[in-house]
């Protein structure tokens, strides 16, 4: 009986656990110049690497987020500069001068708590 009560209180905290972390309908792509996405319900986190390019001093990062309900954290750094650090509900978009190092590239994190909405983010040639 207590191993089948320790059993029941496990799984019932691993489907709450599991429940409250569910991203659904996530459509988009990324690639070494942008990332792009649509999501009906986003919790949790996801990371992506956008690559400057090599031949500019300065370079310039354009991102947009569209969120209709919810909230979406979007977090743009270059090493361990931060570059942007937004909580996005309702509507941003801007761009980021950005100084460009061989090689170097900026890291996108996006954060979702039960957002809604879209967003975009692209290094500008």
Do not use: H
């Not at 009560?5 to 496990?10: G, I, R």
């Not at 990062?61 to 942007?84: M, P």
């Amino acid at each position: 009986m207590k191993i089948k009560n320790q059993l029941l209180a496990f799984l019932f905290i691993v489907s709450v656990t599991w429940g409250c972390s569910v991203t659904r309908d996530w459509a988009g792509t990324s690639n070494e110049n942008e990332s792009y996405a649509s999501f009906s319900s986003f919790n949790g986190t996801q990371k992506f690497r956008l690559v400057l390019p090599a031949n500019k001093q300065t370079s310039q990062v354009a991102y947009k987020a569209d969120v209709q309900s919810g909230q979406l954290q979007l977090q743009i750094t270059q090493g361990r500069t931060v570059l942007l650090d937004k909580a996005v509900s309702g509507s941003a978009s801007g761009q980021l001068p950005v100084r460009v190092a061989a090689g170097k590239e900026v890291e996108l994190t996006l954060t979702g708590q039960a957002a809604k909405g879209a967003y975009r983010v692209e290094v500008l040639k």
